[in-house]
Each structure stands twice: as C-alpha cells, then as structure tokens.
C-alpha cells in the first residue's frame, strides 16, 4: 500500500515559525496583526492554566506591548509566536501564584461542563462526549504543568519548535513531553 | 542528531519501531530532513507504526478538541480589547522615540557622521573607564551593580531597590479582597526597571520585574521597590522568592510575624530571610513548597 505522507499531516499546522512574514511592515502594525492571530489562543491556553478572563486579558495586553518594544529595539523576529507564549506564560505563572484561581476554576469547569455540549447529539451521546472529555481533561490536570502546557499549545497549533521556545526547553523534550502525555491520555481513554 | 537516524533495513531486521517521540516529530515536520525518509520508509511497510501514529494524532486532536469546546464558551469578544491594545500601542509609540535604527539607517548615520559618531565613542569610553576606575575604589555600591551587570540580579541593587510600602495594616492585606488584587506592574513602569539595571532592550522572558516587598505584605508599585529578578539563570530565582512571599504573609496572617518585621526582612535581604523563615541553606523544590499555597486562601480572624 503506497503511504502519502501527507494524509497524517491533518494536525493544524501553522505556518513556518522561522519564515516570518511581517519582518517588513511597523511594530505597531506587525504587533496588532500578531494578536489577531493569537488573541483566542493565548487566551485559551491562560485560561487552561487556570486563570481568569480577566487576568488572562491583562497579560495578553502588557505580553503585546513587550512584543512591540521588543520589535522597536531590533531585536530577532524569528518564533515570535514562541516569544510571545513564553511571556505570557511567565506573567501567567506568577499572576496564578498570586491569585491562587486555580482551583476554583477547575471546579467552575466541572460544573459548567455538561452544558457545553448541545450540539446536534442526542442525550445519551452528549452525555458520553461529555464524560469523556472530562475524563480527558482531569488526566491533564494531573500531569506535570510543563506536560500540560506542552499538550495545550499544541492544541492551540503551534508547532513544537514554538513550543519549546515558549517553555525554554528542547525540541526533543517537547515530544517527549508529548508522547509521554499522549500515551497517558490514551491509556485513560481505553485504548 | 545521528545518533538517531534511523536505518529502515536496520529496523526491520531488529525488529525495532519509530518510537512515539519520533513519530510525533516527524509528524510536526521537525525531523524530515534528516528523519523523514526513512521514516517514511519504515511507515510505508509497518502497519503497527502507521496504527500508532494515527492514535497518536487522533489522541491529540481529540485533547485539541475538547481544550477549545471547554474554553472556546468563556472567550469574551475581541473587539474592545483590540481597540485598546491599539490605543495603548500609540500611547507607547508616542512616550518614547523608536531606539531602533534599521541596518540600512546605521549605515547612513555612519557614513554622513562618522566622525562624530567615532568621537562620541572615544568619550564614551572615556567617560565609562573614569567611572569603572572610581567605582573599583570608591563606591562598594557601584561595583555591585556592575557586578550585577555581568550577570543577573538574584538580589537588588540596594541603592536603586530599597523597598517602599504603603499604609497598611495586618487585617487589610490579610482580608480576602486584597489577596486578590495583587496589579500586574504596568509595562511602562517595567521597562524603567529594566533601563535602571540596564537591561535595554527589557527582558521579559527571562526576568520578572518582582516587587522587592510584596504587595501581599504592604509593598508599594513603586521603582524603588521593582527590580529584574530572573526567573531561571540562578537557583535564587522569582519561583524561590514567590515561596518566600508566602510563608511570611502567612505568618503575619497567622499572628506569628508582625507586618513591619516581615517589610524590614525581606528587604533587607530576601535571601538570608529565606534561609532564616524555612531553616534550610538552599532553596526548596518548587514540588516541596506546593503546601504552602494554602495561605492564599487564610481568612483574616477578625
């Protein structure tokens, strides 16, 4: 059987991080286009970590006025989608320690979470869609948060390089991270 | 790298598989130049890996899936916060002058004035080995900060960081509400943080601009009380001093510190109040510390 290499590849890719297309227009232009794209993400991505609306919209902004001073220094424009994750992340990181949010969210989305689910699934699927995500879910809340934001950037698209620029760590230590996560969600799901 | 490379003959006669840390790899296109053929070799013939490479993506995807349908509900619209980042983008723009020259712009600068700009220079060296020279004899202070300056910042510069608070009593940042409002330092303010220690341009990835005393223990938003303190470069880092920042609020909520004890300790020397308030030479594990987090959630006796 002739294998296209091509079909695995359903994964949302972006684009290259290296090959960064807007090296010639304004920071200020540059900055705003940047956040159109990854306004939802990082959002999403601060939220799973546990923060509020709010703070995660906090961050987003002071994250995107450092991008912008650090675009109007000169500095390299290569992975900047990492860079900004990475900001955020540590802004993140020391808002949670401040807030102490965490918990009260997770158990905000416990309660919230089987009303998500109205879709054109009947009672019974909703119910098992929604008993798995959960199950899903509660795996990554165990796993280390280094594991968590692994899996949840990934989720938001990015690639691994980005990943591992947003983490400070290896390309080679984000898929271990992965795989290691992946083989836990997998063993929780059954399979 | 090569030690990795795969050889597909070699596997096949081994028995061996691509293991799911290069499967995932080769899936993100990160290790096709090297990798990909024979990986793509080895999952033409293996049905086993193509099976477990297609788990491993449906794994993920399923996750994807489920982290954007939990969060996707509670993303409040874009629109006012992207007029605001707009506005607060001209703000900035319009504060400071760009301090950035494209190459291009360099090299026109030095071709028109290369004179000046050579004798600027000579000054400028002049003038930083005058004051290297004073510093090494006159000032203890100045020779940390250019201490300080070869490397990172595990404590402050006393001089530019004393520490500054606000009024403020044991009940109020013991009460709930104050717990919770702990500001996020306003990036203008951050960045002269940044240029008082030199740091230019700002390094946010790799330093926090931290409260010297915590707001959670009276410490004002202030410059003299700001300063870049790195997040990973030394183990006395801003996860180390987060633990601090805990066990005395907690103590202080806890009747067991009074407030101005803890302001006087942990600006006096954070490190060595570390050392004194957990009874340990070095930093405990972030893992090890994760007990404390229940002072945040102390409510005030009366």
Redesign the interface.
């Given at each position: 059987?002739?294998?296209s290499?091509d079909s695995?590849?359903?994964?949302p890719?972006s684009p290259p991080a290296e090959a960064d297309s807007r090296a010639v227009s304004s920071p200020?232009h540059e900055?705003?286009e940047l956040?159109?794209e990854l306004?939802?993400r990082l959002?999403?991505y601060l939220?799973?970590l546990g923060l509020s609306?709010h703070?995660g919209?906090?961050?987003?902004?002071?994250?995107?006025?450092?991008l912008?001073?650090?675009l109007?220094?000169?500095?390299s424009r290569e992975n900047l989608r990492g860079?900004v994750f990475?900001?955020a992340r540590?802004?993140a990181?020391?808002?949670r320690?401040?807030?102490?949010?965490r918990q009260q969210r997770i158990v905000e989305?416990n309660e919230?979470?089987p009303d998500?689910?109205a879709g054109n699934a009947n009672p019974e699927e909703q119910l098992q869609s929604s008993r798995?995500?959960k199950r899903?879910?509660a795996v990554?809340r165990s796993l280390p948060e280094q594991d968590q934001s692994c899996?949840?950037m990934?989720?938001?698209g990015l690639?691994?390089?980005e990943i591992a620029t947003a983490l400070?760590i290896s390309?080679?230590s984000v898929?271990?991270s992965?795989?290691r996560s992946?083989?836990r969600?997998?063993r929780a799901?059954g399979? | 790298m090569n030690d990795e490379r795969l050889n597909d003959e070699h596997l096949h006669a081994s028995g061996l598989h691509v293991s799911d840390k290069q499967l995932l790899l080769y899936a993100d296109r990160e290790s096709r130049i090297l990798l990909g053929g024979d990986i793509q070799a080895h999952l033409e013939s293996c049905s086993q890996c193509r099976f477990r490479l297609g788990a491993l993506e449906s794994t993920l995807e399923d996750f994807a899936g489920a982290h954007r349908e939990t969060w996707d509900t509670e993303l409040p619209p874009a629109s006012d916060r992207h007029a605001l980042l707009k506005a607060r983008l001209a703000d900035l723009a319009a504060q400071e002058p760009a301090l950035h020259l494209s190459r291009s712009s360099w090299l026109a600068v030095l071709g028109q004035r290369r004179a000046a700009f050579a004798a600027a220079m000579i000054a400028a060296c002049l003038l930083l080995a005058i004051r290297l020279h004073r510093a090494a004899n006159f000032s203890p202070e100045f020779s940390a900060t250019l201490s300080a300056s070869r490397g990172h910042w595990d404590e402050p510069n006393r001089r530019l960081t004393p520490g500054a608070t606000i009024p403020v009593t044991r009940n109020e940042v013991c009460s709930e509400a104050e717990i919770k409002s702990v500001p996020v330092i306003p990036v203008s303010l951050a960045t002269r943080v940044f240029e008082l220690y030199g740091v230019t341009p700002p390094r946010p990835d790799a330093y926090e601009v931290d409260y010297l005393i915590t707001p959670e223990l009276g410490g004002a938003t202030d410059i003299r009380n700001l300063w870049p303190e790195p997040y990973q470069e030394t183990e006395w880092n801003a996860h180390i001093k987060d633990q601090l920042e805990d066990r005395l609020h907690e103590m202080v909520c806890h009747g067991d510190l009074d407030l101005a004890t803890a302001q006087r300790d942990i600006s006096a020397d954070w490190i060595a109040a570390y050392r004194k308030y957990f009874h340990t030479e070095r930093p405990l594990t972030e893992s090890s510390s994760v007990g404390r987090s229940a002072v945040k959630q102390f409510h005030p006796r009366a």
């Open positions: 059987m002739a294998f290499s695995i590849l359903s994964w890719l200020e900055v705003v956040f159109e306004r939802d959002l999403r939220l799973a609306a703070d919209e906090e961050i987003i902004q002071e994250s995107f006025l450092l912008f001073q650090h109007r220094h000169g500095k860079w990475r900001v540590n802004l990181l020391k808002q320690a401040a807030n102490q949010l989305f919230a979470l998500q689910h798995r995500q899903l879910l990554v899996l949840a990934r989720a938001e690639r691994y390089r400070g390309l080679g898929a271990a992965l795989a992946l083989g969600l997998s799901d399979g | -």
